[in-house]
T-cell receptor
Framework: GAVVSQHPSWVICKSGTSVKIECRSL??????MFWYRQFPKQSLMLMAT?????????EQGVEKDKFLINHASLTLSTLTVTSAHPEDSSFYIC???????????FGQGTRLTVV | AQSVTQPDIHITVSEGASLELRCNYS??????LFWYVQSPGQGLQLLLK??????LVQGIKGFEAEFKRSQSSFNLRKPSVHWSDAAEYFC?????????????FGQGTRLTINP
């Protein structure tokens, strides 16, 4: 199967700072990437869909100015949490795919803790 | 819009006993269905998926699931659980324009194994 890698696996940042999370497709060109968020003991909720070279599509209720998504190449999408606050602490996970795959493949996730 | 319901938030079974985790979905057409497992602090691991064809699907780690269109269900089963099966299990449905790539997850079922 296709491999998707996220970096970092975990990060701790101070309140008010910005944090960037990377999602890379290692052995295929990801035309589409998805970003999900998982609060402790809860399910995964889709935050946004990004297509290479175009603006991300955000789900209802997700602040696009707070969660900046850049999908500048066919192997890399980044999620930047701007001016992070403790309530942004969560597990962020990406998935990626292209038109040749029926499904998307998940990265290992990033645990963000804002202190 | 599609949705997924996992009626059981928490299930406890004894090691060696059989297991069935319930999943019901809502979607007008035949959906793409998935079961994922998540260990604490870890990412998602795909157990099995249903796209079409045989409604009984075999997955990894001895798991299987059966798609029942009449009941809108995709229940996960294992004949004999092992202590290492203790984890969170998520059922997911992919549908719409992006098919199996963009997923809606159920609330998850936490599985505890008694020795």
């Amino acid at each position: 199967g296709a491999v998707v890698s996220q970096h970092p696996s975990w990060v701790i940042c101070k309140s008010g700072t910005s944090v960037k999370i990377e999602c890379r497709s290692l052995d295929f060109q990801a035309t589409t990437m998805f970003w999900y968020r998982q609060f402790p003991k809860q399910s995964l909720m889709l935050m946004a869909t990004s297509n290479e070279g175009s603006k991300a599509t955000y789900e209802q209720g997700v602040e696009k100015d707070k969660f900046l998504i850049n999908h500048a190449s066919l192997t890399l999408s980044t999620l930047t949490v701007t001016s992070a606050h403790p309530e942004d602490s969560s597990f962020y996970i990406c998935s990626a795919s292209d038109r040749t795959y029926t499904e998307a493949f998940f990265g290992q996730g990033t645990r963000l803790t804002v202190v | 819009a599609q949705s997924v319901t996992q009626p059981d938030i928490h299930i406890t079974v004894s090691e060696g006993a059989s297991l069935e985790l319930r999943c019901n979905y809502s979607y007008g057409a035949t959906p793409y269905l998935f079961w994922y497992v998540q260990s604490p602090g870890q990412g998602l691991q795909l157990l099995l998926k249903y796209f079409s064809g045989d409604t009984l699907v075999q997955g990894i780690k001895g798991f299987e699931a059966e798609f029942k269109r009449s009941q809108s269900s995709f229940n996960l089963r294992k004949p004999s659980v092992h202590w290492s099966d203790a984890a969170e299990y998520f059922c997911a449905v992919g549908a719409g324009i992006q098919g199996a790539q963009k997923l809606v997850f159920g609330q998850g079922t936490r599985l505890t194994i008694n020795p």
